[in-house]
């Protein structure tokens, strides 16, 4: 028996029984097929970078459902019949782009790409989905692509792309683009793409041989009793499979190996929901996103309504269109797993059919049964569930959840549904209140809350005790996160569910209990600069369409060279520890195992060299002994990457610690034990002023107050990955995702004892780097290089999203303490820091830390500041410089400062920052000559200018208002401004022009998604437009921006601190000016009767010999070689007491560009950061155990921001500041410093807790301010932000109402 299936209209069969069922549909397309546009990200789901269109024909009706998957869970088998379309299946550039990928590149909406395809993918489905391009509207393109992730644009642009297909939006709705109307973009045809090839249709009235192989899709119950009946007698090992979705929470799933995998989705009766006079029953493997649109059918019965509204937010649309309802059930009653559904259907009253595939009775039990029950047998089939209609127009219903992102992708803090039968007179007369996911193990019925409320009339006080009668039940399980904040959210959702049932009852019986949310919307003002066309332009993203359709090549879509080997890190699970050896459990090689490289393998004549930069190496394998949890110990190699990784896995390290001091595990004890880095002095930052005096001028101090800072994850969308290709006489090549090749290079020759020149660094694009993958992209090329130069074949390794978050780390966390003197009026006269930065076991880059931080503290005038800052040494994982390293802290430290300040002086936090704001001569006082000119320092002038334009003044009485008439929701507004000092460094370029007068382009920065390669082409089209040939214009169009060779393009150094494209951009201009020197002559000679072509210039050229490659390096001069960055944000927040979700409402920036080298390009580059440092401000949770193991771990746990947590109103300004001598065509840097601008959102969030806070001071009857004296810690996560506004909120109104009634 074979699978027939089609990918993008090809034909595949394969013989059944080769294939391994455990084959995700992703492993196939990728390691089988040229479709490389299904990009591998996290493996669970949780990001859509895999997204897939999944055909599906039906040969009685003749119609084709269209649906989209995640195929890092999809099982290959599952698609036997379908037809599997990617994006490189909708457009490419052989055939032409789809629409949608022209749209992602006008819209400047791909950045480093990785994201794109999939991307691409949900939104064709999305259209598909609304059959007619009418029924597209601008909420449905907003949900489009909710569920996946993107790291590098912010989203903005991607909405925006979406949306251009919507009938109701106009173009001029929409943000900057480079469509002029919508009529000029082409309008999205479905007939476009066949996504069911004819012949297929054929195959798919085949039947179906079940039952001979280890996989099997049965297509009945009676064959499917046979099949089980047959295992159980033959002690098969047996997995039931529906969707397979379960395996991106349960990995250990993906590791294990069943005699038989049995498909449900064939049986009939368990893919139908029928409808009859008591309720619908819902066969158990109907997919969740069936199960939606059937509820939303009934519409006589609301209830199903909300069940459905709340289903619309479990997972992502490309995981429910697969998981079912059964399999959802199962994996809450087999494994706890913190299911929406349960929760929502035992408040719905559900039953479940439960079958006995062995005895082959059937049972039928309540949902609330069969959660109590010992989980459920291998031999136990969840058959239907049943959901009652409620008829009663007395009932009430409805469901909540708290999570981190309000659309759905992920797990709720506590999800909750309510049922209750209400008299006229507010009379209680029956209930069903349910609670789950809170750390319990199952959904639970508050049985006892429900009794005492049976009968009530609902009161204030009767709440009251059925909120503390609640606290006895809903109480989390020892170790369960956020303990407290979970319990209490219970009380917060039933108060809300019955106090607004009793309230204000609308006319439908439903209360509204949250707004819906404001439709995403932006502005961009952007200035076209034309002085050096095509410099200026807001040019479209260079090969953008190319990522969109997913045909861009990244390092782990070079095809595999023969024989090729893959690799998986062995890292240490234990700080500070002698390595006695490495085994496997079970102590036998498991599969596919060929070799552990370890440091034994490190050649003759090499090093154990991991990383080589300027300031000294660091090792690549633990020799006898780890340092930290984290470090590399061995990398396992076998034929396959899943058979490496699962090797991995099983590798057990044997460790001793007998008499070892204890590892250094905090800044502290670091200090107390002088573990610390030496920091090399012209690397140590200047003090301004004398502090003592200042404090003596002081009217107020406060004296050493305390701020800690945590890290933060790359969360790159392709982790780290390598190729090493051993090549003849002892060489070798290596693809590496780096920022770095240079030093990777010479990494490489070191470790393996080689001369530089038998070494090859090639690096085409990288999937995001954010810094992460500058000093941490050495170890994993060097170890492919190590295992592939030791067994002469190619090694290639792509690490797993979760070593990579274990293996690579974050952003610096530091602990400061600070005094500071002020006036009574606010102004800051001195400021002393100590701060203790935790660098980790090795140095790495962290030396750069010190001046950054103060880099960025200094953008307010502190009168005089002095800090003693510590590189702490601990036994915790290195940690890498992740974008705006540094400054970020430092930013984010002047403001807990000002806002302490004005806490202090019961002042507005904008009136301290303002009257601190630097004039020039402060500046220069404190930058020193990075200040520049007068006429450079924008920053006091756009400060006032934002404050116009986004209304300041009159929306701080606006949100004054907003407090004062709401109770369970507060808003802040805040306006940040930011200093980021920049410095250029060296870089290299070549131009070369071929004899049809085509221009390759090489330079030493690397194309990370930051538009580089963009700039680089419009800079070499504007320096060898100078020659005014005849149709110079159309210069750009014959440039191409190649890979990064090493041996090619030497003396690349490293892509970071903001300024490569700049430096690459005056390097390209050197050489361009070179040949234009060369060219120049002979254009003078020929060009007699009026401008010459540039094609037969180049051709005259070519016949009298003209060097035409001209490389140069550019080297920045030398004083200063530094300059200044500023902007200013303003950001308006609304926080619900309740559950402590903060919304962006509003987020106005102004950002001084200079002169814009591309002005789309930076545009994205701000919203970007800026979205990414929202993420560090706001969001990720970056937690790990005693001994340093990060916890968060996967997207399950780390939440970096999607589509639904960015601000709902984006303005973005940019503003020219005009000419610079000094810099590369005036333009300035725009990578990194607008990520610092998310400071505004955080610091508005602190404004509007402090709001709640005085309320429930209020409440409390607590009348000093010493509670509005508070820090917020970073990340202003939902539990961190209630637990400040008050866990007990909803009692203590009680307390407080009954208290004033009673006065009454
Ligand atoms: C990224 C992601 C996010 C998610 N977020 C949420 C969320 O926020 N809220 C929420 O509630 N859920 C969430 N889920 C869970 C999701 O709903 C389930 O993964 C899905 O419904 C499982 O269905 P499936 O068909 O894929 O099950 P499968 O993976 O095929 O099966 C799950 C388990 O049940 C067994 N099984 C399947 N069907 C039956 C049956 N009929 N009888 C007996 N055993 C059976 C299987 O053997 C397996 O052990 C999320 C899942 C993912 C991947
Ligand atoms: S890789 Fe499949 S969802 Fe992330
Ligand atoms: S463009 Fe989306 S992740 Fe890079």
Known sequence: MSLVFAINGQRFELDLSSVDPSTTLLEFLRYQTPFKSVKLSCGEGGCGACVVLVSKYDPVLQTVEDFTVASCLTLLCSINHRSITTSEGLGNSRDGFHTIHNRFSGFHASQCGFCTPGMS???????????????????????????????????????????????????????????????????????????????????????????????CSPGSVEELQ?????????????????????????????????????????????????????????????????????????????????????????????????????????????????????????????????????????????LEDFLQEPPLGVYDLVFTIEIPFQSSSELFFETYRAAPRPNGSALAYLNAAFLAQMKEDRTVVNCRLAFGAYGTKHAIRCKEVEEFLSGKVITDSVLSEAITLLGKFVVPQEGTSDLAYRSSLAPGFLFNFFHSLTEKPSSNGYHHHLDQPKQLSSSQHVPINDEYF?????????????????????????????????????????????????????????????????????????????????????????????????????????????????????????????????????????????????????????????????????????????????????????????????????????????????????????CLGIPENKVRIITRRVGGGFGGKAVKAMPVATACAVAANKLQRPVRTYVNRKTDMIMTGG?????????????????????????????????????????????????????????????????????????????????????????NVASSLSLEADTVRKINLHTYESLALFYKAGAGEPHEYTLSSMWDKLGVSSRFEERVSIVREFNESNIWRKRGISRVPIIYPVSMFSTPGRVSVLSDGTIVVEVGGIELGQGLWTKVKQMAGYALGLLQCDGTEELVEKIRVVQSDTLSMVQGNFTGGSTTSEGSCAAVRLCCETLVKRLKPLMDKSGGGGPISWNKLISQAYAQSVNLSASDLYTPEETPTQYLNYGVAVSEVEVDLVTGQTTVLQTDILYDSGKSLNPAVDLGQIEGAFVQGLGFFMLEEYITDSEGLVLTDSTWTYKIPTVDTIPRQFNVEILNSGRHEKRVLSSKASGEPPLLLAASVHCATREAVKEARKQIRMWKGVDDDSGLMFQLPVPATMPVVKELCGLDIVESYLEWKSRVNSRL
């Open 811 to 899: 952003r610096h966390p530091m602990k400061i303490t600070y005094s500071v003197g002020f006036k009574s009026t606010g102004k800051i006269t001195a400021l002393e820091l100590e701060i203790l930065i935790d660098a980790g076991a090795t140095l790495g880059l962290s030396m750069i830390l010190p001046s950054n931080i103060i880099g960025a503290l200094k953008k307010y005038n502190w009168g005089a500041l002095s800090f003693d800052i510590k590189l702490c040494k601990t036994n915790l994982l290195s940690k890498a410089i992740m974008r705006a390293p540094g400054d970020v802290q430092g930013t984010y430290i002047a403001e807990a400062v000002i806002e």
């Open 534 to 750: 095509p410099v200026g332009e807001p040019v479209a993203k260079s090969g953008a369409s190319l990522q969109a359709s997913g045909e861009a090549v990244y390092v782990d879509d070079i095809p595999a060279p023969a024989n090729c080997l893959y690799g998986a890190f062995i890292y240490s699970t234990k700080p500070s520890a002698k390595v006695k050896g490495i085994r496997f459990k079970e102590n036998s090689a498991p599969d596919g195992v060929v070799s552990v490289i370890s440091c034994k393998d490190v050649p003759k004549g090499g090093q154990n060299i991991g990383m080589k930069f300027s300031f000294g190496t660091e090792p690549l394998f633990a020799e006898d002994f780890a340092l930290h949890v984290g470090q590399c110990i061995a990398l396992v190699v076998a034929d396959t990457q899943r058979h490496a990784d699962t090797a991995a896995n099983l590798a057990v390290v044997e460790y001793e610690t007998e008499d070892l001091e204890p590892p250094i595990l905090s800044v502290e004890d670091a200090v107390k034990k002088s573990s610390l880095f030496e920091i090399y002095p012209f690397l140590y930052p200047q003090k301004v002023g004398d502090t003592s005096k200042g404090m003596s001028e002081a009217h107020h101090r406060i004296l050493s107050s305390e701020i800690r800072l945590g890290s933060q994850y790359f969360f790159y969308m392709e982790t780290q990955t390598a190729l090493a290709v051993p090549d003849e006489d002892n060489s070798i090549v290596v693809y590496s995702s780096c920022q770095t090749p240079q030093y990777v290079h010479s990494t490489v020759a070191s």
């Open 226 to 366: 046979r099949l089980l009946g047959a295992c159980n007698s033959d002690g098969l090992s047996v997995k039931l499979v529906a969707g397979n979705t379960s395996t991106g929470y349960y990995k250990d799933e993906r590791e294990r190996s069943y005699g038989k995998y049995v498909d449900l989705t064939r049986i009939a009766e368990m893919r139908e929901i029928r409808e009859s006079r008591n309720g619908v029953e819902i066969g158990a493997a109907v997919t969740i996103s069936k199960v939606i649109a059937a509820l939303k059918e009934i519409r006589v019965e609301k209830m199903f309504g909300k069940l459905a509204a709340h289903m619309e937010k479990i997972a992502a649309r490309f995981i429910r269109n697969f998981g079912s309802i059964g399999g959802n059930l199962v994996m809450a009653q087999r494994k706890q797993f913190p299911s929406d559904m349960a929760t929502i259907l035992l408040a719905a009253g559900a039953s479940v059919k439960i079958m006995s595939l062995l005895s082959r009775e059937v049972q039928k039990v309540t």
């Open 121 to 215: 993918v949900s939104l064709f489905s999305a259209l598909l989905d609304s059959k007619s391009s009418s029924e597209f509207t601008v909420l449905e393109a907003e949900k489009a692509v909710s569920g996946n992730l993107c790291r590098c644009t912010g989203y903005r642009p991607i909405v925006d792309a979406c949306k251009s297909f919507a009938a109701d939006v106009d173009i001029e709705d929409l943000g900057f683009n480079s469509f002029c109307k919508k009529t000029s973009l082409p309008p999205f045809d479905s007939s476009d793409v066949c996504s069911f090839p004819e012949f297929l249709k054929d195959e798919v009235n085949k039947s179906i041989d079940s039952g001979l192989h280890r996989w």
